[in-house]
T-cell receptor, first 113, second 114 residues
């Protein structure tokens, strides 16, 4: 059973601080990693995707991948109250599994103004 | 205006009743997916289709059925065999060509049992 683990939170940070969200995965054959943001009652929207070891930055967001440790993280700089949401980590299984996405349960982030 | 539409937004099911959730996309995507989300849980894959007239079971297919007669449409039927259908149902699509591609989600249908 392929698994993706996230701390459910809530993670509370003050406005302007850095929020750090973490995710571990069990399938060593995983090649693609995604972070989705989901507001309450809404559908997930893609924030970042990462495929290679290291960091990938997009505006206030940085995704970090360490395949040896099977660890993915998302950093949100200058956190805003509008960043308050559930963040879902998703890992794409290898081709032999039909390239299916496996989702973690999500981390609730609360940014306090 | 390209995207994925799901209808209805809310659906009520009576005991023993089959209900069908609609999913349509105009993104010209080959692959389509159905997920179920329960409170405090991640998304679980019900069925997926990588091409017209073909689909595969996901992790929780029991009590559900799908069809893929057209590229743009992937309806999900929740049958009476699904004993705990109350959940948020999400349809997604992707190009279906590379492992790196993104899945895009529709707005979801919330199913409630009367």
């Amino acid at each position: 059973q392929k698994e993706v683990e996230q701390n459910s939170g809530p993670l509370s940070v003050p406005e302007g601080a850095i929020a750090s969200l973490n995710c571990t995965y069990s399938d060593r054959g995983s090649q693609s990693f995604f972070w989705y943001r989901q507001y309450s009652g809404k559908s997930p929207e893609l924030i970042m995707s990462i495929y290679s070891n290291g960091d990938q930055e997009d505006g206030r967001f940085t995704a970090q991948l360490n395949k040896a440790s099977q660890y993915v993280s998302l950093l949100i700089r200058d956190s805003q109250p509008s960043d308050s949401a559930t963040y879902l980590c998703a890992v794409k299984a290898g081709k032999e599994y039909g390239n299916k996405l496996v989702f973690g349960a999500g981390t609730i982030l609360r940014v306090k103004s | 205006d390209g995207g994925i539409t799901q209808s209805p937004k809310y659906l009520f099911r009576k005991e023993g009743q089959n209900v069908t959730l609609s999913c349509e996309q105009n993104l010209n995507h080959d692959a389509m997916y159905w997920y179920r989300q329960d409170p405090g849980q991640g998304l679980r894959l019900i069925y997926y289709s990588q091409i017209v007239n073909d689909f595969q079971k996901g992790d929780i297919a029991e009590g559900y059925s799908v069809s893929r007669e057209k590229k743009e449409s992937f309806p999900l039927t929740v049958t009476s065999a699904q004993k705990n259908p109350t959940a948020f149902y999400l349809c997604a699509s992707s190009e279906g060509r590379t492992p790196q591609e993104t899945q895009y989600f529709g707005p979801g249908t919330r199913l409630l049992v009367l």
